[in-house]
């Protein structure tokens, strides 16, 4: 690492910062809407994406929404993420995405114009389709919401739950991007490629699966990279120590960011996973022949503890038996 | 009919009805939204759900929203028909239901909590789990958008788009309600019923997809009975002739709503459908086994008009051709 840092000051803005806080309720909420007797569902809240067990398949099933603050501030941003952060929750799962349904409420018909270019400039590039939703033409606010549809084979799915004592943790971000000029938290690798760019990343997590070179995986999300692997490690039900001096970045001081930045940060195709140790350096292999920048930042252990460690100083960031960051009770896969 | 009613007074009140014309945008959006080869694609836009072609099954996704003005005035009522308007978007193709993700934002937990109440009441009574989804804690508005998968056999889908010259159009309403007491436009049939009760109309759609006895089919939504019929016209590209004399209706008097009333509300369980005439029996037959009332009220015609007779005086409520109610250009079913 070019820069000091402070693995304390580090742990405490990971802990902090919205993004993580802000996925508090999402234990509670589950258990609201749990109902009884459903065989067919093989995983569900906790995962980047619901498991539907058909045949041989899985069907996978998940759904996103933008940050108010977003829309506001880049509503071809918003669209675009829209479809982004969906595509990564069945990447994340090692599926292949079939298609996507909207959701679009709109102040305005500027709005309404640059989302819609927005999620069609990337349903494009992803070759995902959207297929239909809804539309309120006449609401005070601006939301755009996104659930997608994919597949996968039944015994090649990659959950976040399957982390085990002694796998390697590994980071997988594309460094190739920029800091988005619309919003300083997002890490725009994506507008700048080409389809087959992003898709051979995409293509990245789905041969992980059919090769079952991992034993978890997520795709890093608004909670960043450690805060996404906090999650993993929850419905995994482990703990980790990383070396932060390992976490793959970006040149900060071109970018004008701190490292504390960085990890906060959503980057446009991130994905954190576990695998035993012999798959570390193949699944690196992969992700670094997609363009992306892959390395090993730490073990799974069977703590409960999730610790960021630099130049010798260990510290706590999540205390997951404590405290949690969903707060999920029961583990998110069901069989 | 027991109240005297103008065929004039009900075309006008369900043209400039805002269920119907709020649907306006649809087709410009779907233009801006389109993207190419798409060969598993079956159906989008237009469609209850879209229809993707797995083997030799069609997964069905659809997703829907609430309005806003709902969710103010009765969030568990806006919780149950976020789910209640997803399962009904699935039945209306023919499918089975698998399961649902939402998207959830709101401002208080008393709109929360009363929300997830909502949803998970009409997750348990149609046996429809909701696996996943999307959590804004911190926006300054209540929204509620869910999406659904389902499946059906390919050969089997009900579309919007098959009604045929000569075709009876059927009306089946489960008319065993009253009035909603947190919105005057929503017949609510559904939350006094069981499970088993409610489950058996859902499955009266799948029987007659099975069995193929129609020819076209949609739930009956927020456009009413007549706007919902507009709508399966104008995807079908045909028109049709209906008797308002016809069409099921609880007691106006006792319920307190006019005729022009009935025919804009939001029925908990409705559907519009066509068939040839030789199967008009049997669907009525099975409806009413499922405690629904169903009835035949009209034909469709090759005509671009959809009009209302009663007591021999007949009056376009919609020319198809001219204005379109969601104005898509091309045919949703694209194989």
Chains 1, 2 share one sequence.
Not at 39 to 45: G, H, K, Q, R, Y
Not at 66 to 86: H, Q, R, T
Not at 267 to 281: A, Q, S, Y
């Amino acid at each position: 690492m070019t820069e000091k840092c402070s693995p304390d000051s580090v742990a405490r803005s990971v802990r902090e910062y919205e993004g993580v806080t802000r996925k508090r309720d999402i234990g509670e909420l589950i258990e609201c809407l749990r109902i009884q007797d459903q065989p067919n569902v093989v995983a569900s809240f906790g995962e980047d994406a619901a498991v539907i067990r058909q045949d041989g398949n899985a069907l996978l099933l998940a759904a996103d929404g933008i940050w108010s603050k977003l829309m506001e501030a880049d509503p071809f941003w918003a669209g675009y993420c829209a479809v982004l952060v969906n595509v990564h929750d069945i990447a994340a799962m090692g599926g292949t995405p079939l298609a996507m349904v909207d959701v679009l409420s709109f102040t305005s018909s500027t709005i309404r114009s640059e989302v819609t270019r927005g999620m069609q400039t990337a349903s494009a590039q992803f070759g995902v389709p959207i297929v239909g939703g809804h539309l309120h033409p006449d609401t005070p606010y601006s939301v755009i919401d996104v659930a997608i549809l994919g597949t996968v084979r039944v015994d090649d799915v990659i959950y976040s739950s399957g982390a085990r004592p002694g796998d390697r943790v590994i980071a997988a971000i594309d460094l190739d991007g920029r800091v988005h000029p619309s919003c300083i938290l997002n890490w725009d690798s994506v507008t700048m490629k080409s389809a087959e760019e992003v898709r051979e990343q995409i293509g990245v997590m789905q041969e992980l699966a059919r090769r079952h070179l991992v034993t978890a995986g997520k795709d890093i999300s608004n909670p960043g990279v450690i805060g996404t692997l906090g999650m993993l490690l929850e419905v995994s039900k482990r703990g980790a120590v990383i070396e932060l001096d390992a976490i793959p970045r970006p040149d900060l001081r071109t970018n004008n960011i701190t490292f504390e930045h960085w990890v906060r940060m959503y980057p446009g195709m991130g994905f954190i996973l576990t695998c035993r140790d012999e798959h570390t350096d193949e699944v690196c292999r992969l992700f670094r022949e997609a363009g992306m920048n892959a390395a090993a930042i730490g073990w799974i252990d069977d703590t409960d503890t999730l610790s960021v460690s630099y130049e010798g100083v260990t510290t706590s960031v999540f205390d997951l038996k404590q405290e949690g960051i969903m707060r999920i009770l029961d583990n998110a896969r069901l069989v």
